[in-house]
């Protein structure tokens, strides 16, 4: 028998529904929108593939992304609570997610980290003529001889290291002069720069010819069933469902935030930055295409093969190429850093609950152990590589496999579908139902198995990029066999002080929590309102 413990009720919360926005599009808006989507939409048909875009985005991203914010406005907590709350077996499923963003982060860091160089770089155009050689030779300084070559290279450990200060700093404080306040000066200040970007590259030499090949529609390819799955993965990963970010940051709402209204101008902000990144990159490759006098086919790429090479070759080119760069490059900046606060958000928040720790200490307790790790592995000449590989196993097996346990366990094994329809219903202006729980529980986890499924047999068949299959274990396989570890290791500890693990709560508006009739009070609120009830947390 379990000794009773007093509710724990003074979860923070964003003090107007526009900080929670620019917290949730500061997300969302990544530097896969500006240098992933154009090449995955040029590559699969152009204007063509706007149609299995949208209806990727009606079927699978906007009813994930209320899924993930109902869950965590309904049961108030980082996504192991979360979880835990609706079971105590489920709780893994949240560490999972903590697992995955852990390792993301520490490798996102080293992208943002280049980016704030080359925005620096930018000014005197010091990758020189040869942007390829000078990227992979002269900055980064690629050595593939070992797994990990401890040659670092100091101007990036330099710059990670103040990413690093800027996030943990950031996360130390609540969430509103945190998250919010920085949110709030950097979206806006990324969305100026960026429509200034690309305004600029409109009025280039034949940018005309590259937005007739970004646009120009191959209708044939709606047949081709690699191109509906390329849809469904660029809304899956661009609009951050699936991490655990959603369900942490819902957790900081107010009680009657209508959740399917912030979920639409979330989603579609997103959206409308990743067109706006098409329509800049593709006029800028249009430009390039011209002055080469080669098409643009043979000039265009995605990743960062488009950030680090072909746009500083661009920025050559062009007049007022240094301007055009610092913009550029200033704006992957500045979305790294505002993406990778809320990757962090979610470790920090997990461990917080878990631990009972104070928000200051979590963070600057786990942002260093994050740090380390982060400026060990991918400030050296090495770094490269692993970057790769970590980023191919966590991102396209890592998030989808989380994505995939947490709507199967939740809406079947927990049969809690109706529960959280219910409780979006009650809080939202836009009603969901049936057609809404098909598409989280049914359509949206059948895309993603197939799609887990094609990436695994993909990686067994053969070694990811040629690489070395030792280094693949280390930094793959082996980075998956350590979140699965950790999540049974962190989910059998126990949690400390008084979170109510059981039951909801203040979060429960109007909707009854399962297994408790209509009408009955709910405890906890009458806590959260000021009363002296105890719950026992087993």
Known sequence: MTAPTTTRSNRDTFNTRLVFLMAAIGSAVGLGNIWRFPYVAYDNGGGAFLIPYLVALLTAGIPLLWFDLALGHRFRGSSPLVFRRMNRGAEAIGWLKVGVNFFIAIYYAAIIAWAGLYTIKSVNKAWGSDTATYFMEDFLKVNDSSAWTGEFIVPVLVVMIIVWIICILTLATNINQGIGRITMFFVPVLTVLFAIMVIRALFLDGADTGLNAFFSPDWSVLKDTSV???????????????????????????????????????????????????????????????????????????????????????????????????????????????????????????????????????????????????????????????????????????????????????????????????????????????????????????????????????????????????????????????????????????????????????????????????????????????????????
């Open 228 to 538: 509906w799955i390329a849809a469904y993965g660029q809304i899956f990963f661009s609009l951050s469902i699936g991490f655990g970010i959603m369900i942490t940051y819902a957790s900081y709402l107010k009680p009657r935030t209508n959740l399917t209204g912030t979920g639409l101008v979330t989603a579609f902000a997103n959206s409308s930055f990743e067109v706006l990144a098409g329509i800049g990159v593709f006029a800028t490759l249009g430009f390039l295409a011209t002055q080469s006098g080669v098409t643009v086919d043979e000039v265009a790429s995605g990743g960062i093969g488009l950030a680090f090479v072909a746009f500083p070759t661009i920025i050559n080119e062009m007049p007022l190429g240094e301007f055009f760069g610092v913009l550029f490059f200033g704006s992957l900046f500045l979305a790294g850093v505002t993406s990778l606060i809320s990757i962090m958000e979610v470790v920090i928040s997990g461990v917080s609950d878990k631990l009972n720790l104070k928000r200051s200490t979590a963070a600057i307790s786990v942002g260093s152990i994050m740090a380390v790790i982060s400026v060990t592995l991918f400030s050296t000449t090495s770094g490269l590589i692993t970057l790769d590989i970590m980023d191919k196993f966590t991102n396209n097996l890592g998030i989808v496999f989380c994505a995939v346990t947490a709507t199967l366990v939740t809406g079947w094994v927990l049969g809690r579908r109706n529960e959280i329809s219910q409780h979006i219903n009650a809080v939202s202006a836009i009603r969901v139902g049936g057609l809404w729980q098909a598409c989280v529980f049914m359509i949206t986890p059948a895309v993603l198995v197939f799609f887990l499924f094609k990436e695994v047999h993909d990686l067994l068949t053969e070694p990811y990029e040629g690489y070395a299959e030792s280094t693949i274990f280390l930094f793959g396989w082996l980075v998956l066999i350590i979140i699965l570890a950790g999540a049974v290791l962190w989910t059998a500890l126990p949690f400390r002080g008084n979170q109510v693990l059981d039951r909801l709560p203040s979060s429960d508006y109007g909707v009854p929590p399962k297994g408790r009739p209509s009408g009955t009070a709910n405890p906890l609120v009458a806590h959260a309102a000021g009363g002296d009830r105890t719950e026992t947390a087993p």
